[in-house]
C-alpha cells in the first residue's frame, strides 16, 4: 500500500467537504505516523541505555501517536486531536528529561520540538502557546539546577557520553522530518492553488468573454427593436393615412396613385423586416445552400428586373456590361447579394444618373463590379460599410429608407457562399462594390 493510500485510511469522509480541512488532517496523520516510527527506534535505545522509564515513555509516544491517527477517523475536532499529540510528545520528552538529569540531559534541547511541532500541526496561536508552556518547563528545569536539586538519572550513567552522541542528533532528525513532510505538503498545496487560481482565470476570461457577446447580442436585440420601432413607424402610418383618403377619394386614377404608394410603403415595411430576419437566421447558422452551376449574368439581370422600378422611379438608367461567366453557387443568396448591392446604388444615386454593372472575367474568378453616381463613402468611414447598424454620413435621395443591415447582410451571403466583396472608392464620385466567386 502506497504511504498517501495509507494516511488516507485515517481521514474520516467529513474532511473530503473542505479542501483546507483535508489538508490539515492529511498533514496530522502523516506527522503521527512519522514520530510513531521514530519513537519506535527510541524504544531500543532505551533498552541499550538500560533507561527502563524511557522504554514505557516511548511505548506511550508510539501508542500514544497510532490512536490519535485513529482518532482522524472520528468527528472528533482536529483541532483537538492535534494538541493532544503536541500533549503526549511534551509529556514525553519533559518526564524524560527530568528522569535523566534535568538541564544536563541530552533530552533537555528536545523541549525545543514541543513548539515546533504545534507550530507545524496546530496553528500558529497554539505554536505561540506551546511556545511559552515550554520557555517556562526550560526555566524550570534551570531554576531547579540553580537551587542545587539533584534530578534522577534512570539510565546507566557510565554510558553518558554513548547518551548524548546518539540521542541529541535525534533531535534534528525528528525536526527535521516533520519540517519535511509539512513544506512537502505545503508545496502540494500551492501547485494546486496556483493551477486553480489558473483555471479560475481561464474561466474568468470565459466568463467575461460571454459576457461581452451576450452584451453584444442585447445590444443589437435592442436596436432591431428600435429599428423596428422607428422605421416602420412611417411606412405604417403612410399607409393608415392613404387608406383614409381613399375612403373620400372617388376618382379611378387617384385611387390607383393612391394604391400605388401603398404598395411602395409596404414593401419598404416588408423589406425591413426580411433583413432582419435574414441576419438572424444567419446568425444563428441556419442557413442551408443549394449549389447549382448559374450564368452571373443571368443572376445579375434578374436582380436587375426586380429593382428597374425601383430605378426607373428615380430616372436612373441601368446597364449591364463584359464577359458571361459560370458559377457554381446558391442561386437565392447570389441573387439577393447583387439584389441588395444594386439596390444601395439606386438609394444613393441622385435622380437622373446611372448605375453601371461590369462582369470581368479572370482565370478561376469572375468579379461583379456595381457602380453608382452617389456621393461615395468618406475615408473615415470605410470601415464602418460591412458592420450591422452602420449609419454613415451619406443619405439616400429619395427619402428611402436604411435600416444599415443590407451590407452586413451581403457580406456574411459572400462569405456562405464562398467569395468575397469589397469597397474601392471611384474615379471621380460614387461607390464601387465588387463581389468576386470562384468560376467553374
Given at each position: 500500500?502506497?504511504?498517501?493510500?495509507?494516511?488516507?485510511?485515517?481521514?474520516?469522509?467529513?474532511?473530503?467537504?473542505?479542501?483546507?480541512?483535508?489538508?490539515?488532517?492529511?498533514?496530522?496523520?502523516?506527522?503521527?505516523?512519522?514520530?510513531?516510527?521514530?519513537?519506535?527506534?527510541?524504544?531500543?535505545?532505551?533498552?541499550?541505555?538500560?533507561?527502563?522509564?524511557?522504554?514505557?515513555?516511548?511505548?506511550?509516544?508510539?501508542?500514544?501517536?497510532?490512536?490519535?491517527?485513529?482518532?482522524?477517523?472520528?468527528?472528533?475536532?482536529?483541532?483537538?486531536?492535534?494538541?493532544?499529540?503536541?500533549?503526549?510528545?511534551?509529556?514525553?520528552?519533559?518526564?524524560?528529561?527530568?528522569?535523566?538529569?534535568?538541564?544536563?540531559?541530552?533530552?533537555?534541547?528536545?523541549?525545543?520540538?514541543?513548539?515546533?511541532?504545534?507550530?507545524?500541526?496546530?496553528?500558529?496561536?497554539?505554536?505561540?502557546?506551546?511556545?511559552?508552556?515550554?520557555?517556562?518547563?526550560?526555566?524550570?528545569?534551570?531554576?531547579?539546577?540553580?537551587?542545587?536539586?539533584?534530578?534522577?538519572?534512570?539510565?546507566?550513567?557510565?554510558?553518558?557520553?554513548?547518551?548524548?552522541?546518539?540521542?541529541?542528533?535525534?533531535?534534528?532528525?525528528?525536526?527535521?522530518?516533520?519540517?519535511?513532510?509539512?513544506?512537502?505538503?505545503?508545496?502540494?498545496?500551492?501547485?494546486?492553488?496556483?493551477?486553480?487560481?489558473?483555471?479560475?482565470?481561464?474561466?474568468?476570461?470565459?466568463?467575461?468573454?460571454?459576457?461581452?457577446?451576450?452584451?453584444?447580442?442585447?445590444?443589437?436585440?435592442?436596436?432591431?427593436?428600435?429599428?423596428?420601432?422607428?422605421?416602420?413607424?412611417?411606412?405604417?402610418?403612410?399607409?393608415?393615412?392613404?387608406?383614409?383618403?381613399?375612403?373620400?377619394?372617388?376618382?379611378?386614377?387617384?385611387?390607383?396613385?393612391?394604391?400605388?404608394?401603398?404598395?411602395?410603403?409596404?414593401?419598404?415595411?416588408?423589406?425591413?423586416?426580411?433583413?432582419?430576419?435574414?441576419?438572424?437566421?444567419m446568425e444563428q447558422g441556419?442557413?442551408?445552400?443549394?449549389?447549382?452551376?448559374?450564368?452571373?449574368?443571368?443572376?445579375?439581370?434578374?436582380?436587375?428586373?426586380?429593382?428597374?422600378?425601383?430605378?426607373?422611379?428615380?430616372?436612373?438608367?441601368?446597364?449591364?456590361?463584359?464577359?458571361?461567366?459560370?458559377?457554381?453557387?446558391?442561386?437565392?443568396?447570389?441573387?439577393?447579394?447583387?439584389?441588395?448591392?444594386?439596390?444601395?446604388?439606386?438609394?444613393?444615386?441622385?435622380?437622373?444618373?446611372?448605375?453601371?454593372?461590369?462582369?470581368?472575367?479572370?482565370?478561376?474568378?469572375?468579379?461583379?463590379?456595381?457602380?453608382?453616381?452617389?456621393?461615395?463613402?468618406?475615408?473615415?468611414?470605410?470601415?464602418?460599410?460591412?458592420?450591422?447598424?452602420?449609419?454613415?454620413?451619406?443619405?439616400?435621395?429619395?427619402?428611402?429608407?436604411?435600416?444599415?443591415?443590407?451590407?452586413?447582410?451581403?457580406?456574411?451571403?459572400?462569405?456562405?457562399?464562398?467569395?468575397?466583396?469589397?469597397?474601392e472608392r471611384g474615379f471621380?464620385?460614387?461607390?464601387?462594390?465588387?463581389?468576386?466567386?470562384?468560376?467553374?
Amino acid at each position: 500500500m502506497k504511504f498517501a493510500s495509507l494516511v488516507d485510511y485515517f481521514i474520516h469522509p467529513s474532511y473530503y467537504e473542505d479542501e483546507l480541512r483535508l489538508r490539515k488532517a492529511r498533514l496530522f496523520v502523516r506527522s503521527t505516523l512519522l514520530t510513531s516510527l521514530f519513537s519506535n527506534s527510541y524504544i531500543w535505545f532505551s533498552v541499550l541505555f538500560e533507561y527502563q522509564l524511557g522504554i514505557y515513555l516511548m511505548i506511550f509516544n508510539v501508542l500514544g501517536f497510532i490512536a490519535l491517527a485513529f482518532l482522524v477517523k472520528t468527528r472528533t475536532p482536529i483541532l483537538l486531536i492535534t494538541n493532544l499529540y503536541v500533549l503526549v510528545g511534551g509529556v514525553a520528552v519533559v518526564a524524560l528529561t527530568y528522569f535523566s538529569g534535568g538541564i544536563w540531559s541530552a533530552i533537555y534541547p528536545w523541549i525545543i520540538s514541543i513548539p515546533v511541532l504545534a507550530l507545524l500541526v496546530v496553528n500558529r496561536n497554539f505554536g505561540i502557546a506551546w511556545g511559552i508552556l515550554s520557555f517556562l518547563i526550560m526555566v524550570w528545569f534551570g531554576w531547579l539546577e540553580l537551587q542545587g536539586v539533584q534530578l534522577p538519572i534512570h539510565y546507566n550513567a557510565d554510558l553518558k557520553s554513548e547518551w548524548f552522541v546518539s540521542v541529541l542528533p535525534g533531535l534534528l532528525l525528528i525536526i527535521l522530518v516533520i519540517s519535511v513532510v509539512f513544506e512537502s505538503t505545503q508545496t502540494s498545496a500551492l501547485k494546486n492553488l496556483h493551477i486553480q487560481n489558473k483555471q479560475l482565470a481561464q474561466q474568468k476570461q470565459t466568463i467575461s468573454d460571454q459576457s461581452k457577446k451576450l452584451e453584444k447580442l442585447i445590444d443589437d436585440k435592442d436596436h432591431i427593436i428600435r429599428i423596428l420601432a422607428h422605421d416602420l413607424k412611417n411606412p405604417l402610418a403612410s399607409i393608415t393615412t392613404i387608406s383614409n383618403i381613399l375612403k373620400e377619394e372617388h376618382a379611378a386614377d387617384q385611387q390607383r396613385k393612391f394604391i400605388e404608394m401603398i404598395e411602395k410603403v409596404s414593401a419598404q415595411a416588408q423589406g425591413l423586416v426580411n433583413n432582419v430576419l435574414d441576419l438572424a437566421t444567419m446568425e444563428q447558422g441556419a442557413i442551408r445552400l443549394k449549389t447549382e452551376v448559374l450564368s452571373i449574368k443571368s443572376v445579375v439581370n434578374k436582380a436587375l428586373d426586380v429593382l428597374s422600378e425601383q430605378a426607373k422611379q428615380k430616372d436612373i438608367s441601368l446597364s449591364i456590361s463584359g464577359e458571361d461567366a459560370n458559377v457554381n453557387t446558391d442561386q437565392t443568396y447570389l441573387q439577393l447579394i447583387f439584389e441588395n448591392l444594386i439596390s444601395n446604388a439606386v438609394k444613393f444615386t441622385p435622380p437622373g444618373k446611372s448605375v453601371k454593372i461590369n462582369i470581368d472575367v479572370n482565370k478561376g474568378s469572375v468579379q461583379v463590379k456595381i457602380m453608382d453616381e452617389g456621393p461615395g463613402v468618406l475615408p473615415e468611414e470605410e470601415d464602418k460599410l460591412f458592420m450591422k447598424f452602420a449609419k454613415l454620413s451619406a443619405r439616400p435621395t429619395g427619402q428611402e429608407s436604411s435600416s444599415g443591415l443590407g451590407l452586413a447582410l451581403v457580406k456574411r451571403y459572400v462569405e456562405e457562399i464562398g467569395g468575397k466583396v469589397w469597397f474601392e472608392r471611384g474615379f471621380s464620385s460614387g461607390a464601387t462594390f465588387i463581389v468576386e466567386l470562384p468560376t467553374v
